[in-house]
C-alpha cells in the first residue's frame, strides 16, 4: 500500500522569508501524481500544485514550487516570500493512475505558521 | 461555476442515529470521492463514484455506503454512527475519471455525542 510521511507536523516562517515543507511516499508504482493541498482554518482544502512523476521538470505556480526527486521518492514545497495568508495545513497526497479510481492518499500534514 | 458545495455545514447526532451527507458537483463533473477528515490527520478515502457506479471504496465498515444521482450529485450515509465517527467529511470532485484533478468542498463536520 502507498503511504506518504510528512514528518513536520509544525513549521514557522516570518514573514518574507522562504520556507520548505518535506514529504516522503512510498510506491512500487512508475507512473503517479504528486500533489499539495493547502487547507485554512475555513476547512476548504484549496490544490496548490501538481505533478506528475513521468516529468522531470519541476512544478511551479507563482510563489510555491516543488523539488520532485523520484528516486528518493522525495516532494518537498516550497514557498517563497511567505504572507500571512498562508498560514494553514498543508498536505502532500499521492495518486496512482492506473488504479481504476481517483482515490487520494494524503500525508498527516504540516501546520504552517507565518509570524508577522 | 459554482465550487464544490456540501450540505450540511454542521451536524450533530447521538450514537447509534443515522445521518445522510450531500454533495454537489462542479457544473460538468461526473466524479465523486469522498472522504473522512478526523482531527489533526489528513483525509481518509472513503469511496469513489463515477457516472453512478462505485470505482472504489476505502477500507471503511460497511455502515458508510454512498450513492450518486443521474445529475452527478451524491450522498454520503452512516449508519448506527459512533463517536469516532466525528470528523470532517469532505466531498472531492472532478470532470471524468482519469488524469484529472480533484476540487474539493469545504466539507461537513459532523460531531457525535
Known amino acids: 500500500a502507498q503511504t506518504v510521511t510528512q514528518s513536520q507536523p509544525e513549521m514557522s516562517v516570518q514573514e518574507a522569508e522562504t520556507v520548505t515543507l518535506s514529504c516522503t511516499y512510498d510506491?512500487?508504482?512508475?507512473?503517479?501524481?504528486l500533489f499539495w493541498y493547502k487547507q485554512p482554518p475555513s476547512r476548504q482544502m484549496i490544490l496548490i500544485i501538481r505533478?506528475?512523476?513521468?516529468?522531470?521538470q519541476n512544478a511551479t505556480e507563482n510563489r510555491f514550487s516543488v523539488n520532485f526527486q523520484k528516486a528518493a521518492k522525495s516532494f518537498s514545497l516550497k514557498i517563497s516570500d511567505s504572507q500571512l495568508g498562508d498560514a494553514a495545513m498543508y498536505f502532500c497526497?499521492?495518486?496512482?493512475?492506473?488504479?481504476?479510481?481517483?482515490?487520494?492518499?494524503f500525508g498527516t500534514g504540516t501546520r504552517l505558521t507565518i509570524i508577522p | 461555476d459554482a465550487g464544490v458545495t456540501q450540505s450540511p455545514t454542521h451536524l450533530i447526532k447521538t450514537r447509534g442515529q443515522q445521518v445522510t451527507l450531500r454533495c454537489s458537483p462542479i457544473?460538468?463533473?461526473?466524479?465523486v470521492s469522498w472522504y473522512q477528515q478526523v482531527l489533526g490527520q489528513g483525509p481518509q478515502f472513503i469511496f469513489q463514484y463515477y457516472e453512478k457506479e462505485e470505482r472504489g471504496r476505502g477500507n471503511f465498515p460497511d455502515r458508510f455506503s454512498a450513492r450518486q444521482f443521474p445529475n452527478y450529485s451524491s450522498e454520503l450515509n452512516v449508519n448506527a454512527l459512533l463517536l469516532g465517527d466525528s470528523a470532517l467529511y469532505l466531498c472531492?470532485?472532478?470532470?471524468?475519471?482519469?488524469?484529472?484533478?480533484?476540487?474539493f468542498g469545504p466539507g461537513t463536520r459532523l460531531l457525535v455525542l
Open positions: 472531492a470532485t472532478q470532470r471524468t475519471s482519469g488524469r484529472e484533478t480533484q476540487y
Open positions: 510506491t512500487s508504482e512508475s507512473d503517479y501524481y
Open positions: 497526497a499521492y495518486r496512482r493512475t492506473n488504479l481504476g479510481n481517483e482515490k487520494l492518499t
Open positions: 505533478q506528475e512523476a513521468y516529468k522531470q
Open positions: 457544473s460538468g463533473h461526473k466524479s
